[in-house]
């Protein structure tokens, strides 16, 4: 080896070492840059491609974490972390069964490896209820509704029950108010009333067409928040900052409203409280998180689960269930819907390969010819977490906005809202950090083979 080539070596192990702090310090794209320049550098090094894998995983990339960790098996076939990240990759984006090989050869590599087995049986057992599942499942014809079934009239409340009411039909302002502080205490409502505000929401969105038009008045003001995910008391910071939903005040929350966060029950259930109250001042867009596949993952079903029980479970999912675009159906892996749910901007122009391993990325071109061809001057979309809580893309004609602060408690980022006041509808960005709340650890609800990866 010559000298050039053992000082690209050398060189290439500091930057790893570097890389290795901000990973610690949960700084995963500076990780990333920092790999990347190593890599760069000595490409034939399968740790330096293992390790990126699992800073992408992090930030949520999938896709890329897959492509770096098939990069270290090529490299070295006998590199068990390598089949490790990418069979973690994989079970982070629900495909069990090609997790489950990785796993497999995870364990032939380290026979004797405890962690390894342990992880393998977990994956078995997931593997093993999806086949379950899906033996015993029945087509859309035959599936009768959840809905349909339930009648919250003929639920009792108990005399002993000391939380707030609805009294008749109408959800009032009181009782959301009630409901809040409720939550904040780590109590939860009565099932007949969760009931209630779930089946009047159901019943409004049926009613709504998968495009929404909304009028702003001169004078008036029109609030945009992202991802939220299950952080309940950061979403009480942002009403405690611009406001409580009302006519006067209204918002679109941009999806992503549940998992991760271990408060997701009592942030879906406050949106549609504020949804039933104020059906023309608070909009929901649905994210890729609003459906049933990364709900068995990522906390909220199990959430769910514990605190309202197995129906409960069954009526969430009908919300993603409900049957153009057809937006009431699970979200398929390909075709316009998934593109709508899960696709990201990019730096480069036209249309490329998604890190998340699932839809694409777009370029500014792209951008600039959808606001052409729809009269349009701005695209808001949330679903990435950002450090600022917003980012500028795009020539600025494109912003992110994510509202869930210091996300998953180890991302330090913060997070915002953006408010549009007419005539003149220009981006009013505000950001905030995280608010303490109490000792519930993210993904506390979360299947065991992905707490174990977390």
């Not at 904040?184 to 998968?210: D, F, G, W």
Request: overall charge negative.
């Amino acid at each position: 080896m010559d000298t050039t080539a053992n000082s690209d070596v050398q060189k290439a192990e500091e930057l790893k070492l570097k890389a290795n702090e901000a990973f610690k310090a949960n700084k995963f794209s500076q990780a990333i840059e920092l790999y990347s320049q190593a890599i760069e550098l000595n490409s034939s090094n399968a740790v330096y491609w293992a390790n990126r894998a699992f800073a992408h995983t992090k930030l949520e990339e999938y896709g890329s974490a897959v492509q770096d960790a098939t990069n270290a098996i090529e490299i070295d076939p006998r590199y068990s972390k390598g089949y490790y990240r990418r069979g973690a990759a994989y079970l982070a984006m629900g495909k069990f069964k090609e997790a489950l090989k990785d796993f497999q050869q995870v364990k032939k590599i380290c026979p004797n490896d405890p962690d390894a087995s342990r992880k393998l049986k977990e994956c078995e057992k997931a593997v093993q209820k999806i086949r379950f599942e899906e033996a015993i499942s029945v087509g859309d014809a035959e599936r009768r509704s959840v809905a349909d079934s339930i009648d919250y009239h003929v639920i009792e409340v108990e005399p002993q029950y000391a939380g707030p009411r609805i009294d008749g039909e109408e959800i009032t302002l009181d009782f959301v108010k009630a409901m809040l502080d409720e939550f904040k205490k780590q109590k939860c409502i009565h099932k007949r009333y969760a009931y209630q505000i779930v089946l009047k929401t159901l019943e409004l969105l049926r009613s709504m067409p998968s495009l929404v038009d909304v009028d702003v008045p001169n004078g008036g003001h029109f609030t945009v928040c992202g991802d939220v995910h299950g952080q309940y008391f950061d979403l009480l910071n942002i009403f405690a900052l611009n406001g409580l939903p009302s006519e006067e005040n209204p918002y679109l929350f941009n999806g992503d409203f549940v998992d991760r966060g271990s408060f997701s029950v009592e942030v879906i259930l406050t949106l549609f409280a504020f949804k039933c109250l104020y059906p023309k001042a608070m909009y929901l867009a649905r994210g890729n998180h609003e459906s049933k596949s990364m709900n068995k993952i990522y906390g909220f079903e199990g959430e769910v689960r514990s605190k309202l029980g197995e129906k409960f479970v069954e009526l969430f999912a009908e919300l993603s269930d409900i049957r153009s675009i057809d937006r009431f159906c699970e979200p398929p892996e390909e075709g316009l819907m998934c593109e709508l749910l899960w696709s990201d901007p990019q730096p480069q122009l036209g249309r490329g390969p998604s890190k998340r391993g699932v839809a694409l990325s777009f370029g500014a071109d792209v951008t600039k010819k959808f606001l052409q061809e729809n009269n349009l001057d701005l695209i808001v979309r949330s679903h990435e977490v950002k450090d600022e809580g917003y980012e500028i893309e795009h020539d600025g004609k494109l912003i992110t906005v994510f509202s869930a602060p210091n996300y998953c408690d180890q991302m330090g980022n913060k997070g915002a809202f953006i408010r549009f006041t007419a005539p003149e509808m220009k981006p009013d960005i505000v950001t905030f950090s995280a608010v303490p709340h109490p000792d519930v650890k993210p993904m506390a609800y979360a299947n065991n083979f992905l707490r174990m990866f977390q």
